[in-house]
């Protein structure tokens, strides 16, 4: 699919947001470097640049850096410089640090968003990329050219920014490695999950709820180990009264999630996409306090927050549900398709 | 001396009008304020033994009673208080270390009160908890370290041992001899019925209260009164006292005229002897130490049972915690100096240790900038005295709180700050017989119900406005508060924005 | 039948029960009123020593030997409920004499009274039970 659909399914969504914030992920949009880790960064200026840079060279090694092609259009204006680079790993750096190299990444990530100020990672997966913007979804889109991008799996997201600021770092998807997260709602457990979250080295940094969200997917998935449903069932865990009545192994469960990670149930009204190499995962929030419906149409999965979403690229589409509050709906794609 | 320098603190009015002579006050007051004038036929008083504890006024059927301030003045100045010149007199007379009960009185700043609650509007939906399910249920214990699988890539789901409580609140530690076996079978009942824990404090357990184990936490203290094998065995966790808020650094003395009957039974110590508990562990003078105890205590109990620490809030509470959470303790007990106790000497109470809100918020934070916040659960105690100071507790940072003085106010308690005279007139704080039978368990249980019953109600609600439907979701939540009347300071070791930030 | 119970462990002596009683019985709107500068004529007493003390009222007999052996009538039961008709009583105390539980007195003006269970005054249901508190007098079907 190129990203042209994807755009194309947000404009009667448009009233969603109010032009504060759009952002797109695609998945398998990088075959030729699929092997290397794509950074996506916003600076300031081109000393954070050269900040950043060098950075990324003493771990990196950088086998292309470019700045990100974009159409010029009125609509997206006071724009940062914005910068891709693939990059592997340096084997001494790895053995140096005893890392692997997921964690030199994350700790690189989170490095720059923290310390160099004026520079941004806002993507840092393999053969995946995020794109976002100060503007209207469609508009970002554009500016981006995304219809030049083909991919297994789009996500999207216009934004209507309320307890912070729209700027560029704050639009949606929020990624971190492969793990990109958009989010209808507001986190009324922000601060419990991000202090929480803080303890295994993450580092808060871009003014908004949903950044959370993306790294306790990477670190309940990642370092714990855990599946998407067990992911699902921290996330947003099932009540204690419900979890009583299942049966007694499937209660032991439940119940040993809650209880390990009691600070990482997040709770306020969402819908929230999280894509990942090789799939999506959609999940509400366990009170349904957010709009979500799943469709299909052949062989692919739609899920929006409205019906209308999927209508306006798919008028056929099939199996149109709305799941219930925490129940996730899991998508992988063929194996071999990616 | 010849002559008291102390006139009356309180005043005894009663209205004749009313008064129908029928010697309740008389009958009611183990000070011996009031008595019957046969000649007369009306009520006296001798107002120089009143402490006001309101047992009279509270019992008077036509409530012709009241007692009120003296207003008799010493010639204070801004330097010199009434309280402080009382003070100076009772030492010139007596050549005594004054001794107080119940908690800090002074003026001091109360965070609790500096502190508001955030609640939602328009983006993001409060919840009634009257209609939507709001959860308030919390494990303390520490969290497993990795999450490992079997064979078949099931989740293993062994955890280490774990207290759950139907709500974030408990009764703090309060012996079987500071406080009277009527309360402490209302503490143990209450607990039970509400499914949370209480603290048998330094006294002993009493063979009645087994039954009750399962809401139980056994305590250890310096003097080791009443600990062996079966009481550790006996409740559902193992406290180390190491300090008290009111306290701190000082041990307990509980005068032998209260070692009578059951409590020297219970505390396996011979009638009348002094109870006293040293200001330290004479086994733990390092936390090295600490950390013997601890794994001694979870030898005595198979590892079944998750061991508290309980530490009073001083100045270095935060490197304090941060030992204790490395000793393999389960839990900590933090007690802020508005901690109550039954007898402290007035100076330390008075002076000694910091604000628990800012101790909590403090030992919070380091646990989390050490990463080791999961391996410990955090109680809070030293003055809650609320429902919204429940919330503010845990929205800091605690996973549950402790409360004494509100649970015994509960209970008749009136503050008078007279514990340490053993006789209260509401059968809590004394262990004389006619005294203690004031205490009706049933009538005790009911209120401390009642009063937990309504605190989950407002916790409920609060956390509703704020959209949140469980209490894992506020604890350490800290942008749910909001601080007015602070110092950047304050605000920054509470970790907290000021309001309109 | 609900009757008053009291329970020793809980009463504290402080013969409450009895001045509420007086009350009751009174027919007053305001307490003072009633009893102020009054001797009372309860029909509940705290009776015992300084270790023990509780409250004795009418036990309301199933079988009571008051009622057996009043000569007018003025005594007798309605509804399992023991009752005196004022007016026919002409005091001659054979009740008191026979009450093992001594649960009947001498009322103001030489007739004789005893505890109704407040059923018949403004209270509707023993005030002495109201007013217990600790909870040593308690109502209830046993």
């Known amino acids: 699919m190129t990203g042209e659909k994807i755009i194309e399914s947000m404009l009667p969504m448009h009233d969603r947001s109010n032009g504060l914030g759009g952002g797109f992920a695609g998945y398998g949009i990088y075959p030729e470097y699929k092997d290397f880790y794509a950074f996506h960064v916003f600076y300031n200026d081109n000393s954070a640049r050269a900040e950043c840079e060098k950075l990324l060279g003493e771990s990196f090694e950088i086998v292309k850096a470019e700045n990100i092609p974009t159409r010029k259009i009125p609509e997206i204006t006071d724009i940062p410089l914005i ?57 970002v889109g554009r500016f981006y050219r995304l219809d030049e991008y083909e991919a297994y799996l789009w996500t999207a997201h216009g934004r209507y920014p309320t307890n912070t600021p729209g700027w560029w770092g704050g639009a ?6 492969d793990f990109s997260v958009v989010h209808n709602g507001e986190i009324s457990s922000y601060d419990a999950n991000r202090r929480h979250i803080e303890m295994f080295g993450y580092k808060c940094t871009l003014r908004t709820d949903t950044e959370v969200i993306a790294y306790i997917a990477d670190y309940l998935l990642r370092r714990c180990g855990l599946t998407l449903e067990e992911v699902a069932s921290v996330i947003a865990a099932p009540f204690w009264s419900t979890i009583e009545k299942k049966e007694p192994k499937e209660a032991e469960r439940l119940s040993y999630l809650r209880k390990v990670f009691p600070s990482l149930l997040v ?72 | 001396m010849a002559i008291s320098y102390i006139f009356p603190e309180f005043e005894v009015v009663r209205n004749f009008d009313r008064c129908i002579t029928c010697r309740v006050c008389e009958r009611q007051c183990s000070n011996g304020v009031h008595s019957y004038d046969e000649d007369g036929k009306v009520m006296l008083a001798d107002e120089s033994k009143c402490v006001d504890c309101q047992r009279c006024v509270a019992l008077c059927p036509t409530r012709a009673l009241k007692i009120v301030k003296n207003d008799c003045t010493f010639r204070e100045d801004a330097n010199w208080s009434g309280a402080t010149i009382k003070e100076i007199y009772k030492q010139a007379e007596s050549g005594g270390v004054l001794l107080s009960s119940m908690g800090n009185p002074q003026p001091l700043p109360v965070y609790w009160d500096r502190i508001l609650i955030n609640a939602s509007q328009v983006t993001n939906p409060s919840i009634d908890p009257l209609r939507e399910p709001m959860e308030t249920k919390v494990f303390l214990g520490k969290k497993a370290d990795d999450i490992r699988r079997g064979p078949d890539g099931e989740l293993i789901c062994d955890l280490p041992p774990q207290l759950e409580l ?25 607990a039970t019925e509400l499914g949370i824990l209480y603290n048998t404090g330094e006294g002993g357990l009493h ?51 209260k070692i009578v009957g059951e409590v020297s039974r219970t505390r396996m110590i011979p009638e009348g002897t002094d109870a006293i508990s040293p200001a330290p562990h004479h086994d733990i003078y390092s936390i090295e130490d600490l950390r013997q105890l601890v794994y001694s205590l979870k030898e005595a109990t198979q590892h079944k049972k998750p061991v508290i620490v309980k530490v009073a809030a001083v100045h270095n509470i935060a490197a304090i915690a941060s030992g204790i959470a490395r000793s393999g303790a389960d839990i900590i007990a933090i007690d802020g100096f508005r901690g109550g106790t039954g007898a402290a000497p007035t100076r330390i109470r008075d002076n000694v240790g910091i604000p628990i809100e800012l101790a909590l918020a403090a030992v919070d934070q380091r646990l989390r900038d050490e990463g080791i916040r999961n391996n410990v659960s955090l109680v809070a105690g030293g003055s809650i005295r609320s429902a919204s ?9 605690a996973d549950t709180c402790y409360i004494g003085t509100a649970a015994l106010m509960a209970l008749g308690c009136h503050l008078c700050r007279s514990c340490h005279t053993g006789k209260c007139n509401w059968g809590i704080a004394t262990q004389r017989l006619e005294l203690v039978r004031r205490l009706n368990p049933d009538i005790g249980t009911r209120r401390l119900v009642n009063l937990l019953t309504a605190w989950k109600h407002e916790i409920a609600e609060m956390m509703g406005g704020m959209g949140i439907n469980s209490i894992e979701a506020l604890r350490g939540n800290r942008l749910m508060l909001r601080g007015v009347n602070m110092t950047e300071k304050e605000l920054e070791i509470l970790g907290i924005s000021h309001a309109g930030e | 039948m609900k009757r008053v119970y009291a329970n020793e462990k809980w009463c504290l002596g402080c013969h409450l029960c009895e001045y509420y009683c007086a009350y009751a019985n009174s027919g007053k709107s305001d307490m003072v009123k009633a009893l102020r500068g009054k001797k009372i004529y309860p029909r509940i007493r705290v009776e015992g020593d ?17 009622v057996k052996s009043c000569i007018t009538g003025a005594l007798h039961i309605e509804d399992g409920v023991v009752c005196i008709d004022r007016d026919r009583c002409v005091g001659c105390l054979t009740c008191i004499l ?28 023993p005030a002495c039970v109201l007013g217990c508190p600790n909870q040593a007098l308690v109502f209830e079907e046993r």
């Open chain 1, 83 to 139: 910068w891709r680079y693939f990059a592997a790993p340096r084997d001494s750096v790895l053995s140096r640090l005893q890392l692997d190299e997921k964690e030199l990444v994350v700790r690189f990530v989170m490095h720059v968003n923290s310390k160099i100020d004026g520079a941004y990672v806002f993507s840092s997966g393999k053969n995946m990329g995020t794109f976002k913007a100060v503007g209207f979804p469609e508009d």
């Open chain 1, 172 to 177: 949606h998807p929020f990624s971190l490695l």
């Open chain 1, 267 to 338: 709770t306020g009204p969402f819908s929230i996409v999280l894509g990942f190499d090789g799939g999506m995962m959609a999940l509400n929030d366990r009170l349904k306090l957010r709009p979500m419906v799943v469709a299909e149409a052949g062989d692919r999965v739609y899920v929006a927050s409205e019906e209308a979403a999927i209508r306006a690229v798919e008028p056929d589409a099939e199996n149109v549900y709305a799941p219930m509050g925490g129940e996730p709906v899991i998508v992988r794609v063929k194996e071999g398709a990616y």
């Open chain 2, 166 to 190: 139907s709500m974030p609140v408990m009764f703090s530690a309060m012996s079987f001899g500071s406080i009277s076996y009527n309360a402490h079978e209302s503490l143990a009942r209450a």
């Open chain 2, 207 to 257: 063979e009645d209260f087994y039954r009750f184990g399962k809401n139980t936490i056994v305590q250890v203290a310096s003097g080791r009164f009443g600990v062996h094998e079966a009481y550790l065995n006996a409740g559902a966790a193992i406290e180390i006292k190491m300090g008290q808020g009111a306290k701190p650094g000082i041990g307990g003395h509980l005068p032998g005229k």
């Open chain 2, 389 to 397: 100071d429940v919330v503010k507790a845990v929205a800091l940072g």
């Open chain 3, 50 to 66: 300084d270790k023990i003390t509780y409250a004795v009222s009418c036990r309301h007999c199933s079988d009571p030997l008051c």
């Open chain 3, 98 to 125: 026979v009450c093992p539980y001594g649960a009947v007195v001498r009322g103001e003006g030489g007739v004789v009274q005893k505890c109704e269970l407040c059923l018949k005054n403004a209270v509707g249901s």
